[in-house]
């Protein structure tokens, strides 16, 4: 496939065309209009050639315009792939590392810590409890985390195919 630049100028080169067979058929008409009985039939043949070249460029602009619409669809996705790759960025991790920043979340709000306070030291909001049975819980809610979000990952791959 060209490039939407190319795509661009053939539609461009193709409108010129047409606006050029526009006068030319404005021409013959006028030609017909004045013409002798005889010279009639030819004028009428390259009024319906004028025509036929105009039916084609339009057809021919319409099919490159909706070229162009795909290629610069997929240009512009090219560039955004290309951009993340710049910044080390791939789309899994992206989707992986909002897992995670969720995932702390919930651990966070399970075990009763907010984030550190002006004071420096993480704020309990359950008080003292057992901090063993508190990690095991915790460890058990991650691996439910970390599973529900692999198998959200492998259905949104499934999903796209």
Do not use: C, H
């Not at 990690?135 to 991650?142: A, E, G």
């Amino acid at each position: 496939m060209s490039n939407s630049a190319d795509i661009q100028r053939s539609i461009d080169s193709a409108i010129q065309s047409r606006k050029d067979w526009n006068a030319e058929l404005l021409t013959l008409n006028k030609k017909l209009v004045d013409a002798k009985l005889s010279q009639r039939a030819s004028i009428k043949k390259a009024i319906k050639n004028a025509e036929d070249q105009i039916k084609d460029l339009d057809k021919a602009i319409n099919r490159m315009s909706n070229d162009l619409v795909k290629v610069s669809r997929t240009e512009l996705k090219t560039q955004d792939d290309v951009i993340l790759a710049e910044q080390g960025i791939v789309k899994g991790t992206q989707i992986i590392d909002s897992i995670g920043k969720a995932a702390t979340n919930v651990t966070q709000s399970i075990m009763g810590t907010a984030p550190v306070a002006e004071g420096g030291l993480p704020t309990t909001q359950r008080g003292l409890f057992d901090r063993k049975q508190d990690q095991d819980k915790s460890k058990q809610t991650m691996m439910y985390v970390y599973i529900g979000a692999a198998l959200l990952l492998i259905m949104m791959l499934f999903n796209k195919k």
